[in-house]
């Protein structure tokens, strides 16, 4: 049984690889390979996190870790999929306000969906 500390140190790391897509499989691998899940507790989870609203990748995880370790284990499990998501978001966040200029503004933003709306002007 993985410990609270499991679950967050496997998710990031599965949120890490996972970039960009293919989050269901790393946690397939990453559950079945720990041997924390049989192969039809993994489909039955997986297709529970498919039929619930939201995020397939958070929805995955909050059960995987909800069956493995109660609610608690949801809440880690779910802290370690979305955290270097929201640290990558900070780092951009940070790197365009320290530009000269920082963000654009609103009149610019408006010009650039301009082609989405050709009958307004800026």
């Given at each position: 049984?993985?410990?609270?500390?499991?679950?967050?140190?496997?998710?990031?790391?599965?949120?890490?690889?996972?970039?960009?897509?293919?989050?269901?499989?790393?946690?397939?691998?990453?559950?079945?390979?720990?041997?924390?899940?049989?192969?039809?507790?993994?489909?039955?989870?997986?297709?529970?996190?498919?039929?619930?609203?939201?995020?397939?990748?958070?929805?995955?995880?909050?059960?995987?870790?909800?069956?493995?370790?109660?609610?608690?284990?949801?809440?880690?499990?779910?802290?370690?999929?979305?955290?270097?998501?929201?640290?990558?978001?900070?780092?951009?966040?940070?790197?365009?306000?320290?530009?000269?200029?920082?963000?654009?503004?609103?009149?610019?933003?408006?010009?650039?969906?301009?082609p989405a709306r050709p009958w307004r002007s800026c």
């Amino acid at each position: 049984m993985p410990t609270h500390a499991d679950l967050l140190r496997v998710f990031a790391g599965v949120a890490m690889v996972g970039i960009g897509g293919g989050l269901p499989a790393h946690m397939r691998r990453a559950a079945l390979g720990r041997a924390w899940m049989t192969e039809l507790d993994f489909a039955e989870t997986y297709t529970l996190a498919q039929l619930t609203p939201g995020p397939n990748a958070v929805n995955l995880a909050a059960m995987i870790g909800a069956r493995l370790r109660g609610w608690p284990g949801a809440l880690w499990a779910v802290v370690g999929v979305l955290t270097p998501g929201l640290i990558a978001m900070l780092a951009v966040t940070v790197v365009t306000l320290g530009l000269p200029g920082g963000l654009p503004a609103p009149c610019r933003v408006r010009c650039a969906a301009r082609p989405a709306r050709p009958w307004r002007s800026c």
